[in-house]
């Protein structure tokens, strides 16, 4: 059993669980998440490791309580235990120390940032940090970015904090005024992604995908997070989450991920029965 140490109430639609779980807190490295079951027999879910404390013995994953099975995750409070956690699961994320790191993140992918900026500056890397939100109601755990960067920024679509407009433009402002990385690493939604990708080729920088935000069932079974990298089928939870994003078939994954819709209106819910169904196999 694991026990519930935090339930840190973000946003409407957006809690953050800290749960002891001293295994997993000791084996995690940025980029990994971990399958959760909230109910015996229930079903599982992979959720990303927003944070991760081998002295504390804790871990920090989200939760958007819009389906039933996170609906259900949402009814548990502080000393509440969870019956099932496993992992952590894929691979760490690439981290070339020293080097000039752009970390890029938008909507839930944004909120899984922070330990990728940590880790990235514990090996010494200079990161600048370019989050994008909706708008302002979305920005939280600000002070925590900061502390993991050497410089923040925030773009909001509607202006209403930070910078207006999409991050990727902001991205591309910055670098046409002589800022320079040695490498860009994304976590957010694929469009985001793509646009960004694009800005990373025409700079000639490396540019590092991140698929974590968009998996489903983690198990390699329901097909959720299938790309295609350089014509070859992956996924995501498998051979991932982060690939070159110039191997990538950004335009597949997006046709792709027009099935996903009745998934995202239900988030973890049924996750591989709503994609069996939704994706031409
Ligand atoms: S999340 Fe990878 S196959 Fe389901």
Same mark, same amino acid.
């Given at each position: 059993m694991f026990r519930i140490l935090k339930r840190d109430l973000l946003g409407p639609h957006l809690l953050q669980y800290t749960v002891e779980a001293p295994e997993i807190a000791k084996a995690a490295r940025a980029g990994q998440y971990v399958i959760v079951r909230a109910e015996?027999?229930? *079903?599982?879910?992979?959720? =990303?490791?927003?944070?991760?404390?081998?002295?504390?013995? /804790?871990?920090?994953? %989200?939760?958007?309580?819009?389906?039933?099975?996170?609906?259900?995750?949402?009814?548990?409070?502080?000393?509440?235990?969870?019956?099932?956690?496993?992992?952590?699961?894929?691979?760490?994320?690439?981290?070339?120390?020293?080097?000039?790191?752009?970390?890029?993140?938008?909507?839930?992918?944004?909120?899984?940032?922070?330990?990728?900026?940590?880790?990235?500056? *514990?090996?010494?890397?200079? =990161?600048?940090?370019?989050?994008?939100?909706?708008?302002? /109601?979305?920005?939280? %755990?600000?002070?925590?970015?900061?502390?993991a960067c050497d410089h923040f920024f925030c773009c909001t679509d509607d202006g209403s904090y930070g910078q207006k407009g999409m991050v990727s433009r902001f991205l591309e402002n910055r670098l046409d005024t002589g800022v320079r990385y040695d490498r860009i690493y994304m976590l957010g939604p694929i469009v985001m992604m793509k646009f960004v990708s694009h800005v990373g080729k025409r700079h000639g920088i490396k540019t590092i995908m991140s698929m974590n935000p968009i998996m489903m069932d983690g198990t390699g079974m329901c097909g959720g997070c299938e790309l295609l990298l350089n014509g070859k089928k992956v996924f995501a939870c498998q051979d991932g989450p982060d690939f070159d994003a110039s191997q990538v078939d950004f335009d597949a994954l997006l046709r792709d991920s027009a099935g996903y819709r009745d998934y995202e209106r239900h988030p973890h819910d049924d996750a591989c029965h709503l994609l069996r169904k939704a994706l031409p196999r």
């Open positions: 015996k027999g229930g *079903e599982r879910i992979p959720l =990303v490791l927003t944070d991760f404390d081998p002295a504390a013995g /804790s871990i920090s994953f %989200l939760c958007r309580p819009l389906g039933p099975v996170t609906q259900y995750l949402e009814r548990f409070f502080e000393n509440d235990e969870l019956p099932e956690i496993s992992g952590p699961f894929g691979n760490p994320a690439p981290i070339e120390a020293g080097l000039s790191y752009a970390v890029i993140g938008g909507g839930m992918g944004a909120l899984m940032s922070y330990p990728i900026a940590r880790a990235l500056r *514990e090996q010494n890397c200079a =990161v600048d940090l370019l989050l994008g939100f909706h708008n302002k /109601s979305q920005v939280v %755990l600000e002070e925590q970015f900061r502390s």
